[in-house]
């Protein structure tokens, strides 16, 4: 078992340029200090700089993170592309052993979205279509119905007031838009 009653786990899921980092740091920003933002992108490429493949080592690294700022009290944000087949049990198990509340979800924005969104990023020259188009799984859900899908026509602001309203994670002052 990991965490508590009280710590909330979500995990934001989807394909590269969908908005899962920005979710994650606009979540932070709203709620404030108390939530671990636990990127693969980080702990893949920055600490371990692995390619992702089945049973690579960030999977692991990405559980033992995330259970460790749960067990210390923290509410953890999981983001990443996080692939069901290289991802998928690692991510159940964790849900499964969590003993606060879980609230996934799964981006659902098609190829040519992403791109579009992709050329707006600062290092977007360093990332082809094509790179993109290799990592692109369409309709990538987690078995079970364990994801809330969020379909490409959800804002950033849209997404987010979302997420907070369904994990109970509201900062002080908020109030959902109407």
Request: glycine share 10%; charged share 20%; no cysteine.
């Amino acid at each position: 078992m990991t965490g508590s009653a009280e710590t909330v786990l979500i995990v934001v899921r989807g394909p590269s340029g969908a908005g899962k980092s920005s979710i994650a740091a606009r979540l932070r920003a709203a709620y404030g200090r108390g939530i671990a933002v636990v990127a693969q992108d980080v702990l893949r490429r920055t600490v371990l700089r692995e390619r992702d493949v089945p049973g690579g080592a960030n999977v692991g690294l990405i559980d033992v993170v995330a259970r460790h700022a749960l067990d210390h009290g923290f509410h953890v944000v999981v983001e990443g592309i996080l692939h069901t087949g290289h991802y998928g049990p690692m991510l159940t198990r964790l849900v499964a052993d969590h003993r606060g509340r879980s609230h996934l979800y799964y981006l659902d924005v098609d190829f040519d979205e992403t791109v579009r969104r992709h050329a707006t990023r600062p290092w977007a020259a360093e990332v082809s279509p094509q790179d993109m188009a290799g990592w692109y799984r369409p309709h990538d859900f987690l078995p079970d119905g364990l994801e809330h899908v969020i379909g490409p026509d959800s804002s950033l602001d849209a997404s987010v007031e979302r997420i907070l309203a369904d994990s109970g994670l509201v900062p002080p002052g908020w109030t959902p838009r109407p």
